[in-house]
């Protein structure tokens, strides 16, 4: 039998994501109404190896559901990546009488989670947050629908001055090995073409649209472009690329950088936050231990960490299909 469940430590870890801080209010609140004390870990394992710990109850989360980053801080500790990193982290939690930990970062934070487990048998439990969208097991990361949010609002201010000055943009967002974010706010932002790094385009097919874009009456377009595309040239050399070879477009360059992974977080994040909090600590009380909560289908699951850490959840091909129907 698993021991009881005292007392749940909570950390952020990896790169910071819009519902974090609506994803720890929800673990700290679900403690509390299950009645088991909960404890904040600052920065991550970092902090978990220095003990840099604060006792958290209902009030300490008192309006943070509708702030971006995270309360806890988050950090990439090397520290961790070591035995006696972990050794120093996990005897902390002992002597902070922790019997179980809710991990919120990405497939990293996760890795180090399952390491964790797998070493001491302590239970943990994953929640993704990141705005990548890249993990397997959740249609959702948490961040990933505001992230969306905010490149469509930026794409959609991009396009007043384009169509202005009847410009070319290329506009670089993020997502170095999944093209969620630059495909569905691609779509929803009306681009003309959308590279991820699923999909090797190749600079003759872009050109070539281009160039029908323009024949049909465009005076100016919009492309998309994922910070990890696998056509081999950057935002800006994809640039001259282009100006080299159709010099009567006036092109620019915007990389969206960091703003699209702040703000506030939409209500979608915050709802899915407190649905994913929620499951993760009533897992660990039912003794479940070594799974991400996910969600899949509108229904809130349980994926073992090592399969969400290995996977990828799948660019929707249809989606490039709709977006060349769109451009037409
Ligand atoms: P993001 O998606 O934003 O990159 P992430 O969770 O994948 O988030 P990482 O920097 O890859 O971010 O990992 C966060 C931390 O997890 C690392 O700094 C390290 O402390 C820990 N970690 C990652 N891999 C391992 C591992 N193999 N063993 C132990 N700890 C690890």
């Given amino acids: 039998m698993s021991k009881t469940i005292k007392k749940i430590g909570v950390l952020t870890s990896g790169g910071d994501s819009p519902g974090m801080n609506a994803a720890i209010r929800s673990v700290v609140r679900t403690c509390a109404f299950h009645g088991v004390e909960c404890l904040g870990i600052y920065r991550g394992y970092q902090g978990m190896i220095e003990g ?14 509708n702030k971006g980053g995270t309360i806890l801080k988050s950090a990439r500790s090397k520290e961790f990546m070591t035995k ?11 002597n902070a ?6 991990v919120i970062g990405g497939d990293g934070s996760f890795t180090g989670a399952e390491v964790f487990n797998e070493e001491f048998d302590f239970p ?15 249609s959702h990361t948490l961040g990933y629908d505001t992230a969306l949010n ?53 600079l003759d097919r872009l050109l070539e649209s281009l160039q029908k874009s323009k024949a049909s009456g465009k005076s ?14 950057n935002v800006f050399e994809l640039k001259d690329y282009i100006e080299q070879h159709l010099p009567e477009y006036d092109i620019r360059v915007s990389v969206l ?36 909560v996910g969600i899949l289908q509108d229904v809130v699951t349980l994926t073992p960490l090592e399969q969400a850490i290995k996977g990828h959840y799948p660019i929707d091909l249809e ?3 709709v977006s060349d129907i769109m451009s037409t």
């Fill in 319 to 321: 989606l490039l299909r």
């Fill in 220 to 233: 100016s377009s919009i492309v998309v472009v994922a910070e990890g595309d696998k056509m081999g040239k």
């Fill in 52 to 65: 840099d710990f604060k006792e958290m109850g209902p009030r300490s989360v008192n309006n943070i559901v």
């Fill in 257 to 292: 950088g960091h703003m699209q992974r702040g703000g506030s977080p939409s209500c979608f994040d915050r709802v899915l936050a407190s649905r994913l909090g929620v499951k993760a600590v009533e897992s660990l009380l039912e003794g479940k231990s070594n799974y991400m």
């Fill in 150 to 202: 905010t490149v469509v609002d930026c794409i959609d201010k991009i396009r007043d001055t384009a169509s202005s000055h009847n410009r070319l943009f290329f506009v670089e967002v993020m997502g170095r090995d999944a093209g969620h974010i630059a495909l569905n706010a691609g779509i929803g932002a009306g681009a003309e073409e959308i590279l991820i790094p699923e999909e090797d385009l190749g």
């Fill in 84 to 94: 006696e990193g972990r050794i120093k982290a996990h005897q902390n939690l002992v």
């Fill in 124 to 138: 943990v439990m994953g929640i993704p947050g990141t705005i990548d969208n890249d993990i397997f097991g959740t």
């Fill in 97 to 102: 009488g922790v019997d179980a930990l809710v």
